[in-house]
C-alpha cells in the first residue's frame, strides 16, 4: 500500500534521511523504531506530505505524494486518520466538538448523524459520558483515546500514529497499545506508528523497521528483530548507549 523509495531529505543543513526504502502492506501495522533525532517523525510527514523528499518518492495507493496537487493532497488526507505526539485537542471545545470536527469539515451528515458517529468512536476508544467534558476534565491518557477517536470519525484506510504512548506510564501504554490492536482487527486500516518505545512497538507491530542515522537498517516481525545481529538494533533493544559509526 505504501512505497517509500530511496527518499533523501535535508532540513537545517543536516541530512535527516539518507536514501529511505520501505514497503508497508495493506492491512499491516508497521513500527519505525529508532532513537530521538533519527528521522521518525520527518519520514512520517513525508507520508503525510507535510514535507516533500529532496529526492525519491513517497507511494501510497500507486500515487505519489510529493506529485499530488494540494487539492489531490487534500482528497487523499481524507482517507487518513493521524494521531499526533500531543493529543491536539482544542480546549475550548467541549470533547464531543472536537472529535465532530473532520466531520462537519467533510460530510453532509445531520447534527443527529454526526452525533451518534462521535458517541459510538467514543466508545470504539472506551470513552463514555464524556461528550460535554472539555479536554482540561479529562486525564491525560483519556486525551489520547479522544484523539484516536476524532482520528477515526471518517474511516481511514490508513492510520498514523506519531509517537502515540508519549507521556504515558506502562499500564496506559499498553492500553493504548492494546486499543490501537484492538481497533485494527474491527476495522482493517493499514497503520504506521513512529516510537521509541520497545514494548509498546512489540505488543502491536506486525512488523518493525528501525530506522538509524538516517537508513533502515532492519525490517522484520517482532522475533526477528529481537534475533537480529545489526548493531544499533541489538543495542537500542538491551539500551547500550555505544557509539556507532555514524557513516554506517
Same mark, same amino acid.
Given at each position: 500500500?505504501?512505497? =517509500?523509495?530511496?527518499?533523501?531529505?535535508?532540513?537545517?543543513?543536516?541530512?535527516?534521511?539518507?536514501?529511505?526504502?520501505?514497503?508497508?502492506?495493506?492491512?499491516?501495522?508497521?513500527?519505525?523504531?529508532?532513537?530521538?533525532?533519527?528521522?521518525?517523525?520527518?519520514?512520517?510527514?513525508?507520508?503525510?506530505?507535510?514535507?516533500?523528499?529532496?529526492?525519491?518518492?513517497?507511494?501510497?495507493?500507486?500515487?505519489?505524494?510529493?506529485?499530488?496537487?494540494?487539492?489531490?493532497?487534500?482528497?487523499?488526507?481524507?482517507?487518513?486518520?493521524?494521531?499526533?505526539?500531543?493529543?491536539?485537542?482544542?480546549?475550548?471545545?467541549? =470533547?464531543?466538538?472536537?472529535?465532530?470536527?473532520?466531520?462537519?469539515?467533510?460530510?453532509?451528515?445531520?447534527?443527529?448523524?454526526?452525533?451518534?458517529?462521535?458517541?459510538?468512536?467514543?466508545?470504539?476508544?472506551?470513552?463514555?459520558?464524556?461528550?460535554?467534558?472539555?479536554?482540561?476534565?479529562?486525564?491525560?491518557?483519556?486525551?489520547?483515546?479522544?484523539?484516536?477517536?476524532?482520528?477515526?470519525?471518517?474511516?481511514?484506510?490508513?492510520?498514523?500514529?506519531?509517537?502515540?504512548?508519549?507521556?504515558?506510564?506502562?499500564?496506559?501504554?499498553?492500553?493504548?497499545?492494546?486499543?490501537?490492536?484492538?481497533?485494527?482487527?474491527?476495522?482493517?486500516?493499514?497503520?504506521?506508528?513512529?516510537?521509541?518505545?520497545?514494548?509498546?512497538?512489540?505488543?502491536?507491530?506486525?512488523?518493525?523497521?528501525?530506522?538509524?542515522?538516517?537508513?533502515?537498517?532492519?525490517?522484520?516481525?517482532?522475533?526477528?528483530?529481537?534475533?537480529?545481529?545489526?548493531?544499533?538494533?541489538?543495542?537500542?533493544?538491551?539500551? =547500550?548507549?555505544?557509539?556507532?559509526?555514524?557513516?554506517?
Amino acid at each position: 500500500m505504501i512505497e =517509500i523509495k530511496n527518499v533523501y531529505k535535508k532540513l537545517g543543513g543536516k541530512e535527516v534521511l539518507r536514501g529511505i526504502n520501505l514497503e508497508v502492506r495493506e492491512g499491516e501495522l508497521m513500527v519505525i523504531m529508532g532513537g530521538s533525532g533519527m528521522g521518525k517523525s520527518v519520514l512520517l510527514k513525508h507520508i503525510i506530505g507535510f514535507l516533500n523528499p529532496d529526492s525519491g518518492d513517497v507511494l501510497v495507493d500507486g500515487v505519489s505524494i510529493p506529485g499530488c496537487s494540494r487539492k489531490e493532497l487534500y482528497d487523499i488526507r481524507k482517507g487518513y486518520g493521524v494521531v499526533f505526539q500531543s493529543p491536539a485537542l482544542l480546549q475550548s471545545l467541549t =470533547i464531543e466538538d472536537n472529535v465532530a470536527l473532520p466531520l462537519k469539515e467533510h460530510s453532509d451528515y445531520s447534527d443527529d448523524k454526526i452525533g451518534e458517529i462521535v458517541r459510538e468512536r467514543l466508545h470504539w476508544v472506551k470513552l463514555y459520558d464524556v461528550e460535554q467534558k472539555l479536554p482540561s476534565e479529562l486525564s491525560g491518557g483519556m486525551q489520547k483515546r479522544a484523539s484516536l477517536a476524532r482520528a477515526l470519525t471518517l474511516d481511514p484506510h490508513l492510520m498514523l500514529f506519531d509517537e502515540p504512548a508519549t507521556g504515558l506510564d506502562p499500564i496506559l501504554t499498553a492500553t493504548i497499545g492494546q486499543l490501537i490492536v484492538d481497533l485494527h482487527g474491527r476495522i482493517g486500516f493499514t497503520s504506521i506508528a513512529v516510537s521509541h518505545n520497545m514494548s509498546f512497538a512489540f505488543k502491536i507491530a506486525d512488523r518493525i523497521a528501525m530506522l538509524y542515522n538516517g537508513r533502515i537498517v532492519a525490517v522484520g516481525t517482532p522475533e526477528e528483530i529481537r534475533g537480529s545481529n545489526e548493531p544499533f538494533v541489538r543495542n537500542f533493544i538491551n539500551g =547500550i548507549a555505544e557509539k556507532l559509526d555514524e557513516g554506517k
